[in-house]
């Protein structure tokens, strides 16, 4: 291969390892990194520098740029070990790859190719699951679940929320399909991975995003007349299954009695939501005591740590809340840029280019910033290479025109 041939080869290469890593990201970390590893070159060496700034310009992208840079000057300040400021910012490096999966994503085809690469991977994970439920499967090096809790390639919580987008995606992958065998089929899928969050595997934050994604899906899409009607639908399913026997209806009398349960000041023992509560009193007087610039960049242990020192509480390395866990690092105005990344996502929605697009970004804001409420998304490996892949997807279709309008 010829030199002036290599950037041609490599921006190819980037291109199909960002399209692979749909495939991959619910299934492989190994993969997911050897991907990005191939991305990052390809985006390097592939030239097309003048697209590469416009993806740099994009709105969206310039937001999640702005909160990575606000995480990486807080490796400057605080009392954490260099380990830490390096790890933690390691792990938010997810959001520095925004503009890069922008520009690879920037041609219609690439962005459905994708689309298509992590329906396919959803779609093996939802029938895996099931084919473990009936113990056709058993666990082994791949499957990590049991035909009690029917798990397959990542725990409860990452596979819940992924299956909860995965009925959402479906859905409107059904809406979208022209012909009626393919609405049917569609619209099956869906329903069979609502049934796997709802009636298989144990996962609050899977019933929560499941609930608001198919209000989302209500609102957007039916007209208001029916919308009413199916909202009070909802209503009604959720109450069933709250009530009738199985995973949810036990993890919501679970999660009541310990919040019920649970005294600020009293230490928790084997308890998730109320050791929920209790990182969330603590890591607000965390952020009380530093609203400004927080304890910097991977300080949050050694400053719960010391928190928490001389008490029976257990330390912990984040406070299962990406926004007290953000403003701990780096003070409100970090919370701040989170927030307005969330926020420009769903204004610029409206101006993607097809309405399956605008409506999977939205349902992305709703899955991820009500994650980010039980879960420090941002942080974890697969929903925040998730967030930021699917963020570079859906806005690369942006035009200049609009991220230089909302950037005024």
Known sequence: ????????????????????????????????????????????????????????????????????GLLALGTLWGNQPVADARTYLLKYLDLAFIPLFAYFFREAGTRRIGLWALAGSLLVTLLLSFLIKFGVIERGTLI???????????????????????AFLFALMALEARINR??????????????????????????????????????????????????????????????????LSQRVTMLSAQIRDWTPEKAVRDSSAGFRLEF?????????????????????????????????????RNPHNEYLHIAAQIGLIGLAAMLALFAVQWRMAARLPTRLESDLARGLVVTIAAGCLF????????????????????YAGLKSSDSVAVMR
């Open 280 to 316: 969330y009193r603590n890591t607000t007087g965390i952020i009380v005591d530093h609203p400004l610039t927080g304890v910097g960049t991977g300080g949050f242990p050694a400053a719960y740590a010391k928190r928490v020192q001389g008490t029976a509480m257990v330390p912990t």
């Open 182 to 247: 393919d609405r049917a089929a569609w619209g099956m899928l869906a329903l069979l991975a609502a049934a796997n969050v709802t009636l298989m595997v144990e996962g609050a934050t899977g019933y929560v995003v499941l609930g608001l994604l198919a209000l989302l899906l209500i609102l957007s899409r039916l007209p208001r007349h029916i919308a009413v009607v199916a909202v009070i639908a909802l209503g009604a399913v959720s109450a069933i299954l709250v009530t009738m026997p199985g995973p």
């Open 375 to 394: 879960n420090s998304f941002l942080l974890d490996h697969a929903e925040g290479l998730f967030f930021a892949w699917m963020t570079g997807l859906l």
């Open 144 to 166: 990590e679940g049991t035909t009690l809790s029917p798990v397959v390639f990542k725990f409860r919580i990452t596979h819940n929320l992924f299956m909860a987008f995965a």
């Open 1 to 68: 291969m010829s030199l002036t041939a290599l950037p041609r080869h490599a921006d190819r290469a980037g291109r199909w390892a960002a399209i692979a890593l749909g495939a991959s990201i619910p299934v492989s970390v190994a993969f997911d990194n050897l991907l990005l590893l191939v991305v990052l070159a390809g985006w390097i060496l592939g030239g097309q520098w003048a697209d590469k700034r416009a993806a740099m310009r994009n709105a969206v992208a310039v937001c999640a740029l702005l909160l990575f």
